[in-house]
């Protein structure tokens, strides 16, 4: 197993529960997600920015 | 009908308030005064040498907190954990040393029940990170070898909670340190921390907790009182196994006193951090959810872009009060001067 540090930016939802969960997916194309917060919020262009730690195996 | 508050106060964002050495403690502390259960996580309670033992307050990893807003995960509360430890490889036997006797001091004048410990067959060769947001991050050089300590204190000690105790790099940058010891900036170690008790929660599902283990630093008369507590020993780990001793276990199903995430009340997080796991689970819910600006951050993530409809104060006092209102039922707009009259539906 690695730990990998990543950034991933994502488009704001309609609903908290819909942007974790769109978060999550973007972290699982690049590994297991095992700690992430959003760093920052551009709400002209309605995007989160992502910090992570993933896992791969 | 109970009332269960969670706190939290993320790590390695540079809080104001709980972003140094224990330092939201006086409030979690205030706040278990006002609610049946507090439920929140070791950076919140962890003060180096210094703790404080409350009673309804539930010490509970970040993973698993995350895991618990989801509703994936309950809470056992009242646990007499058997802690086991585990030592990076990389630590130094003098060093090694110094925790092993914190370890045994707390088995003598606390009374905690320790297993015998385990040393991981690599060093784990933790790496310091600063993201571009200025928080603190880190990887580990060899999850694999923490995991395999893990299972084999648990397999063979029966311990049910675990405290690792990791070599942590003593070249950090020289003033983000002397920030940090001063009372600004970010706490370095922090991140990396975090990973290492999430790599143990997220694989055996038991609680874990982090202690860093590092040279002693020079005496330095500027320390800020916020961050003093690191300063008053040779490690950081007495919190860590108090905490661990009483940490709620994680059940997967409703047992007979579990606490789960659709009885929380209300969440209490700092205004600029709202971008958590556990922050958006519980804005989904009938949970009040409170955000101190006053407690600023490294990070501008208000609640209102994510959706997440917040309660916005200015201190921690004034969410107390926000708390002592809500669980009685009284209406908030009563607080305020102007108060609107009732109007004819359209």
């Not at chain 2, 009374?111 to 784990?124: E, F, K, S």
């Not at chain 2, 000690?157 to 001063?182: E, G, M, Q, W």
Request: glycine content about 6%.
């Amino acid at each position: 197993m690695t730990t990998h540090f990543i950034t991933a930016e994502i488009d704001l939802q309609e609903s908290p529960i819909k942007l974790q969960a769109a978060i999550e997916a973007e972290l699982e194309k690049r590994g297991e997600p095992l700690r992430w917060a959003i760093a920052s919020v551009d709400t002209e262009k309605q995007t989160a920015q992502v910090e992570a730690i993933v896992t791969t195996k | 009908m109970t009332y269960n508050v969670v706190l939290i106060v993320p790590t390695g964002i540079g809080a104001a308030i709980g972003g140094y050495a224990g330092d939201a403690l006086p409030v979690a502390r205030a706040m278990s005064q006002i609610c049946d259960r507090l439920i929140t996580h070791p950076n919140v309670m962890n003060g180096a040498q210094l703790y404080w033992p409350i009673s309804n307050a539930l010490y509970v990893e970040g993973y698993g907190l995350d895991q618990f807003a989801k509703g994936k995960w309950g809470l056992q509360p009242d646990q007499q954990n058997r802690v086991g430890l585990i030592f990076d490889r990389g630590i130094e036997p003098e060093l090694r040393s110094r925790h092993l006797q914190v370890a045994d001091a707390t088995r003598a004048t606390l009374g905690l029940n320790l297993t015998d410990y385990v040393i991981t067959d690599q060093p784990l060769n933790v790496e310091l990170r600063t993201a571009d947001s200025g928080t603190s991050w880190g990887t580990i050089g060899n999850p694999d070898s923490l995991l395999r300590a893990a299972e084999k204190l648990i397999d063979e000690t029966k311990a049910n909670a675990i405290a690792v105790i990791s070599r942590f790099p003593d070249d950090v940058d020289t003033t983000v340190l002397t920030d940090y010891r001063h009372g600004s900036g970010v706490d370095p170690l922090s991140g990396a921390e975090a990973v290492i008790s999430h790599l143990i929660v997220r694989q055996f599902h038991i609680p874990a907790a982090h202690a860093p283990a590092l040279s002693p630093l020079p005496l330095d008369p500027e320390i800020s009182p916020r961050s003093a507590a690191e300063e008053i020993g040779y490690t950081f780990l007495p919190c860590v196994l108090v905490g661990l001793s009483r940490a709620p276990q994680f059940v997967q199903q409703p047992t007979l006193d579990s606490i789960w995430s659709n009885q929380v009340n209300a969440l209490v997080i700092p205004a600029t951090a709202a971008g958590g796991s556990a922050a958006l689970s519980l804005s989904q819910q009938d949970c009040l959810i409170i955000a101190v600006e006053e407690n600023h951050t490294l990070l501008q993530v208000p609640p209102e872009p994510l959706g997440i409809k917040a309660i916005r104060v200015n201190s921690y006092l004034e969410a107390i009060g926000v708390l002592v209102a809500h669980r009685s039922g009284i209406n908030l707009d009563c607080f305020r001067p102007n108060l609107s009259s009732l109007q004819p539906l359209s």
